[in-house]
């Protein structure tokens, strides 16, 4: 009766493991989840990345594509290699929302409050927008631009921020990216595909002119692939022998002709994995 009541216990375990890891892959809170079909992009995303963090060289970039194609998973799968690199310690990352920062005034209120600078600014008064922004980054610096302490701006709807007035934001952050201050990267994520048309000169002049897309380019037999990926257990899964039984079934699972016709109409409708991942849920 006690060796039951064990297996049992230990069977339940197996399965709370399973549906710990399964939550945290759909709901994209897992670092270790996989990046489907975007490993060139990435590649591209933490080079840049790395020569601001190392090299102290400033950067613009766009990340493109539509709603759930994988731009904040690709993005926060290269803040978290770069921010395992020894000399990464002191980058600093500041994180804008469109819907959230309306107008520059809340924006810099925000950059204040996430470069922990309220007490060095405290009821200093500047006279625009870009004074204060220079008074903030110059603060960061220890002595020359190589010692500086590196500031990785993310904006998300990117677009929301060039309909704001004048687009003062984008463009003294643009700016400051093309000089010779502080090492800044500049990342913005967008929906919009001519996200540049939107920009006024002066600010698409300042830009890298840096795009990454991202389009789900993937077909159906690729699909399926993700699908048994995403359902399968790692191989670091503590119990081997369970790990093994539920990839069988995984396996058996994608194989079936009422699953396969069920994943086909959701893939014909829509391809994103944000998309497959409420499926799965």
Same mark, same amino acid.
């Given at each position: 009766?006690? &060796?039951?009541?064990?297996?049992?216990?230990?069977?339940?375990?197996?399965? #709370?493991?399973?549906?710990?890891?399964?939550?945290?892959?759909?709901?994209?809170?897992?670092?270790?989840?996989?990046?489907?079909?975007?490993?060139? /992009?990435?590649?591209?995303?933490?080079?840049?990345?790395?020569?601001?963090?190392?090299?102290?060289? #400033?950067?613009?970039?766009?990340?493109?594509?539509?709603?759930?194609?994988?731009?904040?998973?690709? +993005?926060?799968?290269?803040? %978290?290699?770069?921010?395992?690199?020894?000399? &990464?310690? $002191?980058?600093?990352? @500041?994180?804008?929302?469109?819907?959230?920062?309306? $107008?520059?005034?809340?924006?810099?209120?925000?950059?204040?409050?996430?470069?922990?600078?309220?007490?060095?600014?405290?009821? %200093?008064?500047?006279?625009?927008?870009?004074?204060?922004? &220079?008074?903030?980054?110059?603060?960061? /610096?220890?002595?020359?631009?190589?010692?500086?302490?590196? @500031?990785?701006?993310?904006?998300?709807?990117?677009?929301?921020?060039?309909?704001?007035?004048?687009?003062?934001?984008?463009?003294? +952050?643009?700016?400051?990216?093309?000089?010779?201050?502080?090492?800044?990267?500049?990342?913005?994520?967008?929906?919009?595909?001519?996200?540049?048309?939107?920009?006024? %000169?002066?600010?698409? #002049?300042?830009? &890298?002119?840096?795009?990454?897309?991202?389009?789900?380019?993937?077909?159906?037999?690729?699909? +399926?692939?993700?699908?048994?990926?995403?359902?399968?257990?790692?191989?670091?899964?503590?119990?081997?022998?369970?790990?093994?039984?539920?990839?069988? $079934? @995984?396996?058996?699972?994608?194989?079936?002709?009422?699953?396969?016709?069920?994943?086909?109409?959701?893939?014909?409708?829509?391809?994103?994995?944000?998309?497959?991942?409420?499926? +799965?849920?």
């Amino acid at each position: 009766m006690s &060796s039951r009541k064990t297996k049992s216990n230990a069977h339940a375990e197996c399965l #709370s493991q399973v549906q710990r890891i399964l939550r945290e892959r759909f709901c994209h809170h897992s670092p270790h989840s996989n990046l489907f079909g975007v490993q060139v /992009q990435y590649k591209h995303l933490i080079e840049l990345l790395k020569r601001t963090a190392i090299y102290g060289e #400033s950067n613009s970039v766009l990340i493109v594509g539509p709603r759930g194609s994988g731009k904040t998973t690709l +993005l926060n799968h290269a803040l %978290k290699e770069l921010m395992e690199i020894e000399v &990464s310690e $002191n980058v600093i990352q @500041v994180h804008l929302n469109g819907l959230l920062q309306t $107008n520059e005034k809340i924006a810099l209120k925000e950059i204040t409050r996430q470069l922990n600078l309220d007490n060095v600014v405290e009821d %200093k008064v500047f006279g625009s927008f870009a004074e204060n922004l &220079s008074f903030l980054l110059e603060a960061l /610096q220890k002595g020359d631009r190589t010692s500086s302490c590196p @500031v990785i701006f993310i904006l998300d709807e990117f677009d929301i921020f060039a309909h704001q007035k004048n687009q003062t934001l984008l463009y003294n +952050l643009f700016d400051i990216s093309q000089s010779a201050q502080t090492p800044v990267a500049v990342i913005g994520l967008t929906c919009r595909l001519d996200i540049l048309e939107l920009l006024e %000169k002066r600010v698409k #002049s300042r830009f &890298s002119h840096r795009q990454i897309h991202l389009m789900n380019s993937f077909d159906f037999p690729q699909y +399926l692939k993700i699908f048994k990926e995403q359902l399968s257990l790692p191989a670091e899964f503590p119990d081997k022998a369970f790990a093994e039984r539920w990839n069988e $079934n @995984v396996h058996c699972l994608s194989e079936d002709s009422t699953v396969l016709e069920v994943l086909q109409k959701h893939f014909s409708v829509n391809k994103n994995l944000q998309s497959l991942h409420m499926l +799965l849920i």
